[in-house]
């Protein structure tokens, strides 16, 4: 008989997994800011003649983060199988673990052209922007693997939804931009890399502008919840995701003002995956779901009435 996963066991595994997505990111923005990204200059082995690193800052910060990502590939590996064995079994949960994998390997790929272009500024960028592609997938499956499958009652109106959208565009112009930013700034990553030519005042101020915008339409968005009335765990949700947001431009100009301290850029860098964690759960929780032990004794749940919507089923299961 083959095994049998529970939920409850397979939600503990998709958190797992989201933590050392965030960690991959972090650890991959530590090799840059000590200028450890030419700690290894061959792949997947640190050098040709050895695999593993020498007793050097630069070289063993760089082979960590390599296996940071073999850590995340393992526990997401880990997730397809569970997935497969779970019971109920989850086409989707199914799906977002083979994604996972798939990107994962992706990401590794890239970071090879990294290595071999000497930090190439545009590879670095598209590196970062991948990771946190990946984290949009963690995030998901972790989110999906707490609550019945489907996509759920709308909480509020159209209006709100496509501001929500539109705020998460906005959301990964300014993540674009920021490491754009980052690419025009002093940490190359490695000694005699090239950095992004362009001044780096002049995409500082590109970023802050996509960020104040976002800000405005995030504040917006708040004011047409209270106002609508709209169920207190999606007010919830949006004051959490607005206070970091403000708590990233804080670190933000701070590090600006302060000629971009490596580790203050690195506290902005894990801000970066806190805000897009934070967009995330918001918009998830514009929608109502059933807990999945609901849905498999009754089947497809009903549409609840409008004063049910504020209650979260889902986040208990979550916690638990």
Wanted: charged letters at 15%; one cysteine or more.
């Amino acid at each position: 008989m083959p095994p049998t996963v529970t939920p409850r066991v397979f939600l503990r595994v998709a958190q797992v997994t989201l933590g050392l997505t965030v960690l991959n990111i972090v650890s991959g923005g530590a090799v840059r800011l000590t200028d450890s990204g030419l700690g290894c200059p061959d792949w997947p082995g640190c050098f040709k003649q050895h695999f593993t690193p020498p007793l050097a800052l630069h070289p063993a910060l760089e082979f960590g983060n390599r296996i940071v990502v073999v850590a995340v590939c393992t526990a997401a590996v880990v997730a397809l199988a569970f997935a497969v064995f779970r019971v109920p079994r989850r086409g989707d949960l199914v799906a977002l673990s083979a994604a996972l994998i798939g990107g994962i390997v992706g990401e590794a790929l890239l970071g090879e052209i990294v290595v071999y272009s000497k930090l190439n500024p545009y590879a670095v960028m598209t590196h970062f922007v991948v990771g946190i592609a990946l984290l949009t997938v963690a995030c998901a499956l972790a989110l999906r693997s707490g609550r019945a499958p489907g996509r759920g009652v709308a909480k509020v109106d159209s209006r709100e939804m496509w501001m929500t959208r539109l705020a998460w565009g906005l959301l990964l112009l300014a993540v674009v931009a920021g490491t754009a930013t980052t690419a025009a700034g002093p940490h190359a990553g490695g000694v005699g890399a090239k950095r992004l030519p362009v001044p780096l005042a002049d995409m500082a101020r590109t970023h802050s502008g996509i960020v104040l915008t976002l800000g405005a339409l995030v504040l917006g968005l708040l004011y047409l919840l209270e106002r609508g009335g709209a169920p207190q765990s999606v007010r919830r949700r949006g004051r959490a995701m607005l206070a970091a947001m403000a708590a990233q431009g804080i670190v933000g100009y701070t590090q600006y003002w302060s000629h971009l301290p490596a580790l203050l850029v690195g506290v902005h860098v894990l801000g970066a995956t806190v805000v897009w964690s934070a967009m995330y759960w918001f918009a998830d929780g514009l929608w109502h779901h059933d807990p999945e032990a609901v849905a498999v004794r009754a089947g497809p749940a009903p549409r609840p009435a409008a004063h049910e919507l504020g209650a979260e089923p889902a986040e208990a299961v979550m916690r638990g």
